[in-house]
């Protein structure tokens, strides 16, 4: 599986941006997505997540309210609907896949090391 991340950019605070993640590969509902982050300096944290389904989401609260995660499972794409952007949002934004198991379907996960697969990270940068 092959992850490619888009989208990023420079933005100033308040503005909005959005992430976009294309998954190559077969059975992509069968994968469950989270978006991650990386500021400099800082260790990699979770930002979203959501279930192969679609069914399921869950969000740091750092973002909650700000952020909405969907997917197009006939696309095979993710993406991170970004709003109200902070300058502490500022960090490189990576896609992340995990193959689950049919009961699995509305799963999310939060922990980086569940994943199996990530993708190259976007740069978003938001001035103020």
């Known amino acids: 599986v092959q992850l490619q991340a888009s989208g990023g950019g420079l933005v100033q605070v308040g503005g909005f941006l959005r992430l976009s993640c294309a998954a190559s590969?077969?059975?992509?509902?069968?994968?469950?997505m989270g978006w991650f982050r990386q500021a400099p300096g800082k260790e990699r944290e979770f930002v979203s997540a959501?279930?192969?389904?679609?069914?399921?989401?869950r969000y740091a609260d750092s973002v909650k309210g700000r952020f909405t995660i969907s997917r197009d499972n006939a696309k095979s794409t993710v993406d991170l609907q970004m709003n109200s952007l902070k300058a502490d949002d500022t960090a490189v934004y990576y896609c992340?896949?995990?193959?689950?198991?049919?009961?699995?379907?509305?799963?999310?996960?939060?922990?980086?090391?569940?994943?199996?697969?990530w993708g190259q990270g976007t740069l978003v940068t938001v001035s103020s």
């Open positions: 992340a896949a995990v193959t689950v198991s049919d009961s699995r379907s509305y799963s999310v996960f939060t922990s980086p090391g569940a994943y199996d697969y």
């Open positions: 590969g077969r059975t992509f509902s069968r994968r469950s």
């Open positions: 959501i279930s192969g389904s679609g069914g399921t989401t």
